[in-house]
């Protein structure tokens, strides 16, 4: 078992960049897929992007389509850490940003399911 705890979220122009981190705590963080996903405001929870645990067959890394160049998914290991770099931030990237983490092959194929969850980090980008 993992918990998910997010940071790095704030208040950004539109243009800038932002990283946000994600700390699991728990035991075989690296055999877990880690996910992020957003819930902007008045809207539903999406996929951002997810990264495969260690020996996983397949990708290592997956995002929505619409976001793939703009963020990027990194995963440490050793600080049982999972990254998201944004940049050229929009103002419709306002969200709550959440951190994910699962042990299954469904954590890395529509509908992206995940066991674990932080509480959020707030991103709000200003125009």
């Known amino acids: 078992q993992v918990q998910p705890v997010e940071s790095g979220g704030g208040l950004v122009q539109a243009g800038g960049s932002l990283r946000l981190s994600c700390s699991a705590s728990?035991?075989?963080?690296?055999?877990?897929?880690m996910g992020w996903f957003r819930q902007p405001p008045g809207k539903e929870r999406e996929f951002v992007a997810a990264?495969?645990?260690?020996?996983?067959?397949?990708?290592?890394?997956y995002y929505q389509d619409s976001l793939r160049g703009r963020f990027a998914i990194s995963r440490d290991n050793a600080k049982n850490t999972v990254f998201l770099q944004m940049s050229s931030l929009k103002p419709e990237d306002t969200a709550v940003y959440y951190c994910?983490?699962?042990?299954?092959?469904?954590?890395?194929?529509?509908?992206?399911?995940?066991?674990?969850w932080g509480q959020g980090t707030q991103v709000t980008v200003s125009s």
């Open positions: 728990g035991r075989s963080f690296s055999s877990y897929a």
């Open positions: 990264v495969a645990g260690m020996n996983w067959p397949g990708n290592s890394t």
């Open positions: 994910a983490a699962d042990l299954g092959l469904r954590a890395l194929r529509p509908p992206y399911e995940y066991r674990y």
